[in-house]
């Protein structure tokens, strides 16, 4: 259940209208990054949450996201200023022959789609994209900051900004409760699980905690090594079926680089190996 409470969560100041402004901050009412968009996410994930913990976090930031879409709103629609008379080359002309106020679309007149809207019903993989979400947000105001010398506009974003900041420390916070449960699961780890492929030709190879270390083996030349069809191991039974079905032998075709390996000695009777 919802109220119209009618003191907004921060108060919005404009020093005087900048419809140049207005149109660029559109891009957070009905943009792909902007409030709306948050506010639609984080409600579809909760809907389909079962964690009553997660779920009541997820409905108390979507309902923030709802009250920060009422500030962008309002700032717009002050900004836009007068609109029952404006010039024609009044650089929002599209609000003031439409609405008299916001549209939802963004900055370049896309409008809003559902298709912005990020949910899997995974928690792990939601809320990593929550986290991302937030930040993407952060770097459009911060991005807008620069834009506008209004103080009281800069004020209301350095506000908006700093919510980003806390909502996506909420989601960091509660990723790591869930740490190796949905998509964080080791749920097939096999010989290409920690691998790194260096792909790239020429000086300059860089290395780091993504490509060594923690376990990862750095593969110099893994189209000559893997030119062929991936293996992952041995079948858990003699019945049972292989990743590629037997008789494959296109492995020059695409990758004449690609030394097919030698075929295993066959088993003497009396000297079989375990199957695992």
């Given at each position: 259940m919802?109220?119209?409470?009618?003191?907004?969560?921060y108060?919005?100041?404009v020093?005087?209208?900048d419809?140049?402004?207005?149109?660029?901050?559109?891009?957070?009412f009905?943009?792909?990054?902007?409030?709306?968009?948050a506010?639609?996410?984080?409600?579809?994930?909760?809907?389909?949450?079962?964690?009553?913990?997660?779920r009541?976090?997820l409905?108390d930031?979507?309902?923030?996201?709802l009250?920060h879409f009422?500030?962008v709103?309002?700032?717009?629609?002050?900004?836009l200023?007068?609109?029952?008379n404006?010039s024609?080359?009044f650089?929002?002309?599209?609000?003031?022959?439409?609405?008299?106020?916001?549209?939802?679309?963004?900055?370049?007149g896309?409008?809003?789609?559902?298709a912005?809207i990020?949910?899997?019903g995974?928690?792990?993989?939601?809320?990593a994209?929550?986290s991302?979400?937030?930040?993407?947000a952060?770097?459009?105001y911060?991005?807008?900051?620069?834009?506008?010398?209004?103080?009281?506009?800069?004020?209301?974003?350095r506000?908006?900004?700093?919510?980003?900041?806390s909502?996506n420390?909420?989601?960091?916070q509660?990723?790591?409760?869930?740490?190796?449960t949905g998509t964080d699961?080791n749920?097939?780890?096999?010989?290409?699980?920690?691998?790194?492929?260096?792909?790239?030709?020429g000086a300059?190879?860089?290395?780091?905690?993504?490509n060594q270390g923690?376990?990862?083996?750095?593969e110099?030349?893994?189209?000559?090594k893997y030119g062929?069809?991936?293996?992952?191991?041995q079948?858990l039974g003699?019945?049972s079926k292989?990743?590629?079905?037997?008789?494959?032998?296109?492995?020059?075709?695409?990758?004449?680089?690609?030394t097919?390996?030698?075929?295993p000695?066959?088993?003497?009777?009396?000297?079989?190996k375990?199957?695992?």
């Amino acid at each position: 259940m919802f109220k119209h409470i009618k003191d907004m969560e921060y108060t919005v100041r404009v020093d005087r209208p900048d419809p140049r402004f207005a149109n660029l901050l559109l891009e957070q009412f009905g943009g792909p990054h902007g409030e709306l968009k948050a506010a639609m996410q984080y409600f579809s994930q909760a809907v389909g949450c079962n964690d009553p913990k997660l779920r009541d976090m997820l409905q108390d930031i979507a309902a923030e996201e709802l009250s920060h879409f009422e500030m962008v709103g309002e700032c717009i629609a002050m900004l836009l200023g007068p609109t029952d008379n404006v010039s024609r080359d009044f650089s929002a002309i599209h609000m003031a022959l439409l609405p008299a106020g916001p549209i939802i679309t963004n900055s370049m007149g896309a409008p809003w789609t559902a298709a912005y809207i990020e949910t899997t019903g995974d928690l792990y993989t939601d809320l990593a994209s929550n986290s991302s979400a937030e930040l993407r947000a952060k770097l459009i105001y911060e991005r807008l900051l620069q834009q506008t010398d209004d103080a009281g506009v800069k004020d209301m974003i350095r506000f908006l900004l700093s919510r980003e900041e806390s909502h996506n420390f909420s989601f960091l916070q509660a990723l790591e409760t869930l740490k190796g449960t949905g998509t964080d699961a080791n749920f097939r780890d096999t010989e290409f699980t920690k691998k790194y492929m260096n792909l790239s030709t020429g000086a300059g190879d860089a290395r780091g905690p993504w490509n060594q270390g923690n376990g990862i083996q750095y593969e110099e030349n893994p189209n000559e090594k893997y030119g062929g069809p991936a293996a992952y191991g041995q079948d858990l039974g003699a019945d049972s079926k292989g990743e590629i079905g037997p008789g494959y032998s296109d492995s020059t075709r695409n990758n004449p680089q690609y030394t097919q390996p030698k075929a295993p000695t066959p088993n003497v009777a009396g000297q079989e190996k375990p199957v695992h």
